[in-house]
C-alpha cells in the first residue's frame, strides 16, 4: 500500500531533550516536506526537500533540521526543544519536481504530536 | 508567494450543495490551487486541483475565475461524513515552497 509513515504518533518530551521524528515513503517520491499544525493557523511549512541531499527552509525553520540522505527517509530533528514547538507535525511527499504541479498531490502521513514541557 | 484566505467555519445540511471559497490575491503566474480535506487524527488528503476556469472530479468542482485572484472548491450534496477542514493551496511550479491557509471546518448537520 502506497504510504507515508510518520513515528511516533504521540510523543512527550522535555525542553532541551534531542528527538527525532522519522517520516518514510514508499512511492519513490522525489519530493517530501514537514508541516507543523496549530489551532487557527493551518499548516505551516517547516522544510522542505526536492531529492537526495537537496533541503530547504520553509516559512517555520527555527529550532529545526532535516536530513535526506536516501530518497525515502526524511527525518525531523529537534536539537533543542522547547515548549513553543508543542505541535502537530505531518511529513508529506509528492512526484512534484518542480517543473509542473499538475496532477502532483501531496500525500501526507498521519501525523505526530508532539508534547513539549 | 501568495497568501490565502479562507472562511474560518462554515455550517451545511445534508442534501445541499457547499461553496467554500479562497483567495489568494497574490497568486503567481505558474500557481495552481489544490484542495485537500482533513478529517480529526488524519493527514489531509488530495480532493481536486485546478489552474484556470473549471475542474470537476467525482467528488468536487473547483471553479477559478478569469483573474484568479480567488477559487471556490464546490461539494454536491455533502453528507454527514462530509464534516471536516478543508484547505486551499497554492503551490508553484517555480518555487518549491507550499502555502496552506488557515482551513475552513465544515460541520454537516442532519
Known amino acids: 500500500e502506497a504510504q507515508v509513515t510518520q513515528n511516533p504518533r504521540y510523543l512527550i518530551t522535555v525542553t532541551g531533550k534531542k528527538l527525532t521524528v522519522t517520516c518514510s515513503q514508499n512511492m519513490n517520491h522525489e519530493y517530501m516536506s514537514w508541516y507543523r499544525q496549530d489551532p487557527g493557523l493551518g499548516l505551516r511549512q517547516i522544510y522542505y526537500?526536492?531529492?537526495?541531499?537537496?533541503?530547504d527552509k520553509g516559512d517555520v525553520p527555527e529550532g529545526y533540521k532535516v536530513s535526506r540522505k536516501e530518497k525515502r527517509n526524511f527525518p525531523l530533528i529537534l536539537e533543542s526543544p522547547s515548549p513553543n514547538q508543542t505541535s502537530l507535525y505531518f511529513c508529506a511527499s509528492s512526484t512534484w519536481t518542480g517543473a509542473s504541479s499538475y496532477n502532483s498531490p501531496l500525500h501526507f502521513g498521519n501525523g505526530t504530536r508532539l508534547t513539549v514541557t | 508567494l501568495a497568501k490565502t484566505t479562507q472562511p474560518i467555519s462554515m455550517d451545511s445540511y445534508e442534501g445541499q450543495e457547499v461553496n467554500i471559497t479562497c483567495s489568494h490575491n497574490n497568486i503567481a503566474t505558474n500557481d495552481y490551487i489544490t484542495w485537500y480535506q482533513q478529517f480529526p487524527s488524519q493527514g489531509p488528503r488530495f480532493i481536486i486541483q485546478g489552474y484556470k476556469t473549471k475542474v470537476t472530479n467525482e467528488v468536487a468542482s473547483l471553479f477559478i475565475p478569469a483573474d484568479r485572484k480567488s477559487s471556490t472548491l464546490s461539494l454536491p450534496r455533502v453528507s454527514l461524513s462530509d464534516t471536516a477542514v478543508y484547505y486551499c493551496l497554492v503551490a508553484s511550479t517555480g518555487g518549491f515552497k507550499t502555502i496552506f491557509g488557515a482551513g475552513t471546518r465544515l460541520f454537516v448537520k442532519a
Open positions: 526537500s526536492m531529492n537526495v541531499e537537496v533541503t
